[in-house]
C-alpha cells in the first residue's frame, strides 16, 4: 500500500491550499479503495501528530478537529483512489507536516493506532 500526499507549500495567513493524497498498491487492487476510511493528521515542528479530519468510506461521513472546523474540508474521489483536504483561511498555527492515513474499516476514525497505512507526509508552511 502506498499513500503518496501533495499539494502543499507556503501561502499567506488567510489563504488557501488543497492537498490530495493517492492510493496505490496490491492491497488497494484486491479490498479497493472505498472500502477504506480516511483521514488527515498533521504535526507541528516539536508537537506531537495530531489528527485534524477523517472520513468515511463513501464520503457520507466526515470529522474534523475543533481547531479547523469550518474552515477546512475533507472529500475523497473513489474512482481515482483519492482524498483531497481543502484548507482555507489558513492561520501561521496551520503549519505542520500533514500525513494522510487509511483504515481497512469503513468508518470515520480519529485515533492514529485505528489507522493502518500512512503517507510520506507534505509540508505545509503558514507565513503571518
Known sequence: V?????????????GCLRLSCAASGRTFSSYTFSSYGMGWFRQAPGKEREFVAGISWSGGSTYYADSVKGRFTISRDNAKNTIYLQMNSLKPEDTAVYYCAARPAAGVARLQDQYDYWGQGTLVTVSS
Not at 2 to 14: E, K, N
Open 2 to 14: 502506498q499513500l503518496q500526499a501533495s499539494g502543499g507549500g507556503l501561502v499567506q495567513a488567510g
